[in-house]
């Protein structure tokens, strides 16, 4: 069965540089979610999005951005990074509804 | 608040020991309760799921996990631990309002041989 994937599995980049991390989504499925999980940490919602649209937001700082596309695929954009803002980054989808979020195998963002 | 707390950061046992993690939710409905496994590094794993129904919930890997509205609690237990088991546990749960998934603080499950 098709899962969620994400890309890219690993990122390196310099304090101050912009990084994009791509969700997509199982299919059929509307609702992307965004989570942060630094080391030592439990995951942490950052946002969202149902319908394109977004419908939660939760401890995402205002250096990133996030939309869901018209395809349902979703990116996460982190501009002006941070030593802090290593971590990994999860993708998760489900149906409005459904119960279950379905996660993806995570992003790993390494800020140097 | 919606939360889910796990009161114990780190848990060793024997293999072949018995395992009880702990999980404790506050709610104002009964909320849909999930228990994931993550190895160093790497993703979730879904062990098991609470939406209604039946209170004992089976899931992967020989987990088993009882949902009991009178302690607020969801407890994931496993008979015989293995050296395998070892890795860090997440209780999470939401109202089904947005299905946005609050994760407790995790509990780290180390295996003495």
């Known amino acids: 069965a098709a899962g969620v994937i994400q890309s890219p599995r690993h990122l390196i980049k310099e304090k101050r540089e912009t990084a994009t991390l791509k969700c997509y989504p199982i299919p059929r499925h509307d609702t992307v979610y965004w989570y942060q999980q630094g080391p030592g940490q439990d995951p942490q919602f950052l946002i969202s999005f149902y319908e394109k649209m977004q419908s939660d937001k939760g401890s995402i700082p205002d250096r990133f951005s996030a939309q869901q596309f018209s395809d349902y695929h979703s990116e996460l954009n982190m501009s002006s990074l941070e030593l802090g803002d290593s971590a990994l980054y999860f993708c998760a989808s489900s149906s409005q509804y459904a119960g279950e979020l379905f996660f993806g195998e995570g992003s790993r963002l390494t800020v140097l | 608040a919606q939360s889910v707390t796990q009161p114990d950061i780190h848990i060793t046992v024997s293999e072949g020991a018995s395992l009880e993690l702990r999980c404790n939710y506050s709610y104002g409905a009964t909320p849909y309760l999930f228990w994931y496994v993550q190895s160093p590094g790497q993703g979730l794993q879904l062990l098991l799921k609470?939406?209604?129904?039946?209170?004992l919930v089976q899931g992967i890997k020989g987990f088993e996990a009882e949902f009991k509205r009178s302690q607020s609690s969801f407890n994931l237990r496993k008979p015989s631990v293995h050296w395998s088991d070892a890795a860090e546990y997440f209780c999470?749960?939401?109202?089904?309002?947005?299905?946005?998934?609050?994760f407790g603080g995790g509990t780290r499950l180390m295996v003495k041989p």
């Open positions: 999470a749960g939401h109202n089904n309002a947005g299905n946005m998934l609050t």
């Open positions: 609470y939406f209604s129904g039946d209170t």
